[in-house]
């Protein structure tokens, strides 16, 4: 079946700007995750939904960033007046989490993110 | 707190070599799950093995091999008979059930297979 899908694969914004990433989780999956990846590091964790509902949002850095899922599948992570240390990848995941075992996160491509 | 420990940033092999990637975790939590990711060059996290902090019994799966130790907070990874398609960012990860369902990442280790 599909995997986790994250659009756009490249993001170009100008400091100041607002955008968008969008990202698809697999189906069926109920909990999705984000995570920001600097370059030669480990992924850092975002934000955790189950369901339609942030369960997790402790790793946001700032109130510049938020993100939604509003009807339990496809989550849209959102910064505003972005800034040149938001440049990233961000990674989206996914997994079953159902009757509250942990199961492994199936990650997407990410979504590169230069902010000039 | 919960943190991980790829000690190696980088190793460098020859095909046909056997490596080990060595990863060494913190937690107060007693019950918790360790994962490996590999990250290939084309950037995405591909899954590899998920233990939980109640089994130790070591796992192979055909080239791959685990060794999860809790006296000494380390789970290790080996690749028997590297191949250049081994070559890749290897992240070991952590995650507490207390703090959720949140991955607590390794710097990782940057894998090279050559020739």
Redo the contacts between chains.
């Keep these: 079946g599909a995997g986790v899908s994250q659009t756009p694969s490249n993001k170009v914004t100008e400091k100041g700007k607002y955008v968008e990433l969008r990202c698809d989780p697999i189906s069926g999956h109920t909990?999705l995750?984000w995570?920001r990846q600097s370059l030669?590091?480990?992924?850092?964790?975002l934000i955790?939904f189950?369901g339609t509902g942030a369960?997790?949002d402790s790793?946001l850095p700032n109130d510049r960033f938020f993100a939604v899922r509003p009807e339990g599948s496809v989550s849209t992570l959102k910064i505003q007046r972005t800034e040149r240390g938001d440049s990233a990848?961000y990674?989206c995941?996914s997994?079953l989490?159902r009757l509250g075992k942990?199961n492994?996160?199936?990650?997407?491509?990410?979504t590169r993110l230069t902010v000039l | 707190a919960q943190k991980?420990t790829q000690a190696q940033t980088e190793i460098s092999v020859v095909e046909k070599e056997d490596v080990t990637l060595d990863c060494v975790y913190e937690t107060r939590d007693t019950t918790y799950?360790l994962?490996w990711?590999k990250q290939p060059p084309?950037?995405?996290?591909?899954?590899l093995i998920?233990r939980?902090s109640f089994d130790e019994q070591n796992e192979i799966s055909g080239r791959y091999s685990w060794n999860f130790q809790k006296s000494t907070s380390s789970f290790n990874f080996t690749i028997t008979a590297s191949q250049v398609v081994d070559s890749a960012v290897y992240?070991c990860?952590l995650?507490q059930?207390t703090s959720?369902?949140?991955?607590?990442?390794?710097?990782?280790t940057q894998l090279t297979v050559n020739p």
């Design positions: 909990a995750y995570y030669g590091q480990g992924p850092e964790f955790y189950q369960a997790d790793g990848v990674l995941a997994s989490n942990v492994e996160q199936f990650f997407g491509p990410g | 991980v799950y994962f990711y084309s950037g995405e996290l591909v899954f998920r939980n992240f990860a995650l059930e959720g369902s949140r991955l607590t990442f390794g710097e990782g």
